[in-house]
């Protein structure tokens, strides 16, 4: 674990909120010189506490206000098994989120399709195709309730 101080903790809770900040107004609101500042993101960056920067899209805006969550159970925990699982669930562009679970099934997957049309076609030609998969439990969310991007800091 990376050693934060006060105003690294400052830095990245503001730059979860708002990444597209400018620097000079980021110092202003920690307390640091425009180059103490701009140092400080850019070690933040190079030692991987900001893994990277991202635009977060509106699900409906772009057609995707269906959340699934899928679990899913293979055959075997054998190494070779989970790996080629991995593999195959990594190169699907429609799995925003793939876990390996401890519990009652092996992965949890998290998906957003346009409705139950498009996760029937996506179940049919992706999910069913996975390479060991014996079970697909879905479970669609009705309603988010709470969803963050940004840790506690």
Not at 44 to 63: C, F, K, M, S, T
């Amino acid at each position: 674990m990376i050693e934060l101080d006060h105003h690294d903790r400052a830095i990245l809770g503001i730059l979860q909120t708002d990444a597209s900040v400018a620097n000079a107004t980021l110092a202003d609101r920690v307390g640091l010189s425009a180059s103490a500042c701009l140092r400080r993101v850019q070690r933040l960056e190079r030692d991987g506490v900001i893994a990277r920067v991202v635009a977060l899209l509106d699900a409906r805006a772009i057609g995707r206000a269906t959340t699934v969550f899928i679990e899913v159970t293979l055959d075997s925990q054998r190494e070779e098994v989970l790996g080629a699982f991995e593999r195959a669930a990594s190169g699907c562009s429609d799995i925003l989120e793939c876990h390996l679970m401890a519990g009652d099934f092996d992965y949890l997957l998290r998906i957003a399709v346009n409705g139950p049309q498009e996760y029937e076609r996506l179940h049919k030609q992706e999910l069913s195709r996975l390479p060991h998969v014996v079970r697909i439990k879905s479970s669609f969310a009705l309603r988010t309730v709470v969803k963050r991007t940004d840790y506690p800091l």
